[in-house]
């Protein structure tokens, strides 16, 4: 038995952007939630007051199988000692990933083994980020309202470098990850209250390793959060995907009375001192919000382009790049920092990920004003925020779909207090770096 109050949802992110996308989800929806790094303590929790949802946020999107073994398994054993119904392994929205990196088969094998049930969905569409999933084949828009495309013929995904999408069918996409046997539930079975029904026969008799579920709209998602949790509530089970596998739990709690039946709006206030910015994704859009935030006139943020030339014994030398850093905020400035393109014979993904790191944490040190930052990029965030050594972040506004701001919470009383957005490469407005500095209005 744990001797914490009930929690009736844990989700583990496979990169932090993602697992805050989550924690904004249950925020906004009024819910009482918390997002730790590594498995927390109970006497941390306790502080935290009676808590509906908790996140882990991780790295495993980087890692290979056998390396996810040793992160996941106290996920695991946290989520059985807490005898929560449902446990989410927490996925990017366009489910990138590959036998070798970040694999979604080897994380379902390594979480199932710490659940009772044998039903696994797998929610396979986020519509509120433009990610769409129909009779199996995921598709996803190319920026916040861009063109739609297939996966696999998608502009950025489909040349990610480090795990580009081939393949869009998702059943095809978690065979190639040892999931074997996967059944699908199309959206034409998600059309209205009766036929949400009819899935439940067939989910009941199968003997597949997960269920694939179609999802174009939120009214789907609201029939697939129906579906799973009557069987949470029986056995506690294993599910997979992006945050749409919480907004449609939500939809069906507020349904039973067991979440707000509103959400509130939370924008994010402005920020009340300089802003440091440290972009660390190559994707187009981020390329976009960076040109809009550096443009021309007057700009709101002052550039530094990293020099990541230099190297030491330990890794990429960013002294000079975090003095100058340093040096422009405390005059007032803000900040984006950016790392240019990853070019062969240079350093590495790793590398420069570790060296963003190390620079938050030297500007954090010698800028003290500085009180609220912003990361671009999967690998950039989850290397970063591991690097300042907090152990959670609550909810502290919603910039943009995708990019939400979060609070800091953390021993050192530098830290503790600290406002940070962590971005996916995908996500945000063109403008979230400047709402990240003026904030977002209400509505």
């Not at 009941?204 to 999802?215: I, M, P, Q």
């Not at 790793?350 to 009180?371: H, T």
């Amino acid at each position: 038995m744990n001797d914490t109050a009930p929690v009736k949802y844990v989700w583990y992110g496979d990169d932090f952007t993602g697992a805050s996308d989550t924690l904004a989800t249950f925020a906004s929806s009024g819910l009482r939630t918390v997002l730790c790094l590594g498995v927390p303590r109970t006497d941390r929790l306790k502080a935290l007051g009676p808590l509906d949802a908790v996140g882990i946020a991780g790295a495993a999107r980087t890692m290979s199988p056998e390396q996810m073994i040793s992160e996941l398994e106290p996920v695991g054993r946290y989520a059985a000692a807490m005898q929560t119904p449902l446990l989410h392994y927490k996925c990017c929205s366009t489910f990138d990933s590959s036998p070798c990196i970040g694999s979604l088969g080897a994380a379902m094998r390594i979480l199932k083994s710490h659940v009772k049930n044998a039903f696994v969905p797998v929610v396979g569409g986020q519509p509120s980020l433009g990610r769409y999933c129909a009779f199996g084949n995921l598709f996803a828009g190319a920026g916040q309202g861009g063109e739609i495309f297939r996966l696999d013929r998608h502009p950025t995904m489909s040349v990610h470098p480090s795990t580009p999408m081939g393949e869009a069918d998702l059943r095809m996409h978690l065979r190639a990850q040892g999931i074997d046997h996967i059944d699908l539930v199309d959206w034409r079975k998600l059309g209205d209250e009766a036929a949400s029904r009819e899935p439940d026969a067939s989910i009941d008799a199968s003997s597949a390793d997960a269920v694939l579920f179609d999802v174009l709209d939120e009214q789907h998602l609201a029939r697939i959060g129906d579906v799973i949790w009557r069987r949470a509530e029986r056995a506690p089970l294993l599910a997979v995907g992006a945050s749409s596998v919480a907004q449609a739990i939500i939809a069906h709690w507020q349904r039973i009375g067991l979440a707000p039946t509103h959400g509130a709006d939370l924008p994010a206030k402005p920020a009340t001192g300089p802003v440091f910015v440290l972009a660390g994704s190559q994707s187009p859009v981020t390329a976009r919000q960076m040109k809009a935030a550096l443009g021309s006139g007057a700009a709101s943020f002052e550039g530094v382009r990293l020099d990541l030339s230099r190297q030491t014994p330990d890794g990429l030398d960013i002294e000079a790049d975090a003095q100058a850093c340093a040096a422009l905020l405390n005059r007032g400035r803000s900040v984006l920092a950016h790392t240019g393109p990853v070019t062969e014979g240079g350093p590495s993904r790793l590398e420069v990920a570790q060296a963003c790191g190390r620079l938050l944490k030297l500007v954090l040190d010698r800028a003290p004003a500085v009180r609220r930052a912003g990361i671009a990029g999967g690998d950039t965030s989850s290397i970063s925020v591991e690097a300042l050594g907090i152990w959670a972040l609550g909810f502290a506004g919603l910039l943009s779909p995708g990019a939400s701001l979060v609070r800091v919470h953390a021993d050192d009383p530098r830290l503790d207090g600290l406002e940070l957005m962590l971005k996916g490469g995908q996500m945000g407005s063109i403008d979230v770096f400047e709402r990240l500095l003026y904030g977002r209005s209400s509505g």
